[in-house]
């Protein structure tokens, strides 16, 4: 079994990357669905679907970011 490398927590800051900018549009939709559960009144049915959104949406948003953490760059890829 091969050791694994230590996770670098900078990798998740990889602006060239195209994951880092869908991980950051998913974490902004988790902030303003997340505001719309807490303000606005909604009936069970659309708080419902608002909440599996709103898990989905941060299961998508973890595993971009493992993503993210284990892959290198792009501009480290290349050379």
Known sequence: MEPRAPLKWSRLFQPRHPLFWLLVALNGL?????????????????L???TVFLLSNAL???W????????????????
């Open 48 to 50: 419902g679907l608002l």
């Open 60 to 62: 998508a948003s973890l």
């Open 64 to 79: 971009l970011g493992a993503r993210l953490l284990r892959e290198g760059s792009p501009a480290q890829d290349k050379s």
């Open 30 to 46: 988790s902030a303003v669905l997340s505001w719309i559960v807490q303000n606005k009144p909604l009936n069970t049915l659309g």
